[in-house]
């Protein structure tokens, strides 16, 4: 996702690398920009069924899931996915956090995450989001999430292992319905070469 402004608004996308480039890329404290959309693209994230969601249980879910860790120097952030009747939760650096406030002192500034987009459609398809050395996934059967997940590779070859992972377990038929790649999503490296189909959204 490039920068965009339109209205006063500003709309980006950070991840570890190129989030920097995109603070330096807008002027400090620009009292034109009145409000900040930033889309986070991280692999730390849990999506949590609201009969479940308490400030007490979110903290033990994160640990368990993420790690005791996980939360050293991050702060929670959350976002609504009506579809699932769920809280995304995800994770933003503390440092990131206040860099952002300083570069839009004026701004009013809220956060998502990037495995939101492939939660949109509930198609008997895998939806993947793939953006840099991240993989967005999820997947419905029978109208039902059964897989929401991030996995970060270094390789065409091992992201392919991952997508045929995933086509092997749920025993999905790629030639009915092949994975479909949501909108603003780089296209899969060497796809024909490993033979995984695709369509764009």
């Not at 952002?100 to 949109?120: D, G, P």
């Not at 989001?129 to 999820?138: P, R, T």
């Not at 059964?146 to 970060?152: C, P, T």
């Not at 319905?177 to 995984?196: M, T």
């Amino acid at each position: 996702m490039e920068p965009t402004n339109l209205a006063e608004t500003l709309h980006l996308r950070l991840n570890a690398e190129n989030f920097r480039e995109q603070l330096l890329a807008h002027p400090k404290k620009d009292n034109r920009i009145t409000s900040v959309h930033i889309e986070i693209s991280n692999e730390y994230f849990l999506l949590i069924p609201n009969t479940f969601d308490s400030p007490t249980f979110r903290l033990g879910f994160l640990e368990k899931a993420l790690g005791e860790n996980a939360l050293v120097g991050k702060e929670i952030q959350q976002q609504a996915i009506a579809t699932e009747d769920a809280t995304l939760i995800f994770l933003v650096p503390s440092d990131w956090k206040d860099h952002i406030s300083a570069h839009f002192a004026y701004a009013k500034i809220s956060y998502t995450h990037s495995l939101a987009s492939c939660l949109l459609n509930n198609d008997q398809q895998l939806n993947l989001l793939i953006q840099g050395k991240l993989a967005f996934a999820s997947l419905y059967q029978g109208n039902k999430l059964q897989l929401a997940n991030v996995f970060r590779f270094e390789s065409a070859i091992e992201l392919a292992f991952y997508l045929q992972s995933i086509r092997d377990a749920f025993s999905l038929n790629w030639t009915l319905y092949p994975p479909l790649l949501v909108a603003e999503s780089e296209e899969i490296a060497d796809a024909s070469l490993y033979q995984i189909p695709y369509v764009q959204s």
